[in-house]
């Protein structure tokens, strides 16, 4: 007979978590699967720590928010935030559902040229665009948005240079009752820069005025700051209407939507308070539509949304190294990753599940990483099962910005694997050698010797 582990007596509350209208915190199931396939498994056969991307959920996400738009609006473009998630199989997928390719630098436009997509579908953002960048973008009737006047005036000489037409909109900043004002990219609307920049732009043969863009935030609890946004941007076309007699193309309403993550700081969890699509898309389709476009003139409505279609896609895995007390008496849990891969733990309490099942007993707890700095902290206060050396954990929602603002640093980054429809597992990206970082060092021949 199997001798069974001492476990001390504890007193319990009843429930576990903090009580809110929506009930009590049920954290602590088990999460042995992902999309049918053996958590177990899956470190097995290719290490710890270790990303997971389900497919099917990035499908279902597109999905669903594609068919929350265009059951409200008659004309809807999504493109996908490679910001968010470069990894090309995570674009390729929502490239396949229809997504064209929303870049910030020319780093990720080569990214979606390599991945495939034309060139008239990648919408061209961020304020560091060479003139070369400006060049091939040009070139590519890629669609650009101006983020500044000193763009402005390059785009007109180089488009002057080519002798053609650079085909473009202006990122708009504006007040939406959401503090503080994301005013540092693009021309302001309330002080009339933004007008002053459709009336240049209007004025160079050069260019062609066919969007106005804004992004007015990220993780936006208020649907209602979109209604604000969608009237400001469609007083602009109409003023460009007016004035000019040029019809704008399209609105973009850029991204921001909250995916179901809880902020630090937050005493309900998120997905009990954030908008759903349906609430984004009310907001913005119904502007609008009442704002008094005829049928024919209504504008494409495109979309960059990037974290609410891919978050809840992603898991990091990881093991347990070692446990200890603090000098307070706190119980400390020590994981094989930090905040060198889960970045998003600086600003999300992640939920985090054991990978097996476990005894009735939890304790309040620090969930600390690996690296040799004092702010590599995952969770400064989390209720969980005691776990020992060598047991796992899932922690879930970590799609967005995790992959690609990971740090190399003590640790190498891991592998990145997907799983598809069929339960099939992919390696989308492997691990990181020695050799990965050797690769672009150059040591100079003085240094290369040496005697201890």
Same mark, same amino acid.
């Given at each position: ?57 990035? /499908? ?378 050797? /690769? ?13």
């Amino acid at each position: 007979m199997t001798k069974l582990t001492y476990e001390r007596p504890v007193i319990q509350k009843l429930n576990t978590g903090t009580m809110n209208k929506f009930g009590s915190r049920t954290e602590y199931t088990p999460v042995t699967h992902i999309e049918g396939v053996s958590v177990k498994s899956l470190m097995a056969d290719y290490g710890s720590p270790l990303f997971v991307i389900s497919e099917p959920q990035i /499908r279902r996400n597109y999905q669903s928010a594609v068919r929350a738009f265009k059951t409200r609006y008659p004309k809807v473009q999504f493109a996908w935030s490679y910001k968010t998630n470069y990894l090309n199989a995570v674009c390729n997928v929502f490239h396949q559902e229809g997504a064209w390719a929303e870049v910030v630098s020319i780093f990720e436009y080569q990214k979606a040229i390599k991945n495939g997509v034309p060139g008239n579908k990648i919408i061209f953002n961020g304020p560091d665009k060479s003139s070369d960048d400006l060049r091939t973008a040009i070139n590519n009737h890629s669609l650009i948005h101006i983020d500044h006047f000193d763009e402005l005036y390059m785009l007109i000489e180089i488009a002057q240079e080519l002798k053609t037409k650079a085909t473009i909109a202006i990122r708009v900043n504006m007040d939406t009752g959401i503090y503080p004002i994301w005013d540092r990219f693009g021309f302001n609307y309330e002080n009339g820069q933004a007008w002053n920049a459709i009336n240049k732009i209007m004025s160079a043969p050069e260019l062609e005025l066919h969007g106005l863009h804004c992004h007015i935030g990220t993780f936006m609890l208020s649907a209602g700051a979109y209604a604000t946004a969608a009237w400001k941007l469609c007083d602009l076309a109409w003023n460009v209407k007016l004035k000019w007699n040029h019809m704008i193309q399209y609105l973009d309403l850029g991204g921001g939507f909250a995916s179901a993550n809880t902020l630090k700081g937050s005493y309900l969890q998120g997905s009990d308070i954030i908008p759903s699509t349906e609430d984004y898309a009310d907001a913005i389709a119904t502007t609008i539509l009442n704002f008094g476009f005829k049928p024919d003139e209504l504008p494409m409505l495109f979309l960059e949304t990037g974290r609410s279609l891919i978050d809840d896609a992603g898991y990091l895995l990881g093991s347990v190294l070692a446990t200890k007390r603090l000098s307070d008496g706190r119980r400390a849990t020590i994981m094989d990753f930090g905040v060198n891969l889960l970045f998003t733990a600086f600003w999300y309490n992640h939920k985090i599940s054991p990978a097996q099942e476990f005894s009735h007993h939890t304790e309040d707890m620090v969930l600390y990483g690996p690296l040799c700095m004092n702010i590599d902290c995952i969770r400064e206060s989390i209720n969980l099962p005691l776990l020992s050396k060598g047991d796992q954990v899932v922690v879930h929602r970590v799609g967005a910005y995790n992959m690609t603002q990971w740090m190399q640093f003590i640790q190498m980054r891991p592998n990145v694997v997907m799983v598809d429809a069929k339960q099939k597992v992919h390696l989308i990206r492997t691990k990181e050698s020695i050799d990965t970082m050797l /690769r672009y060092e150059l040591v100079p021949e003085h240094l290369e010797q040496f005697k201890l």
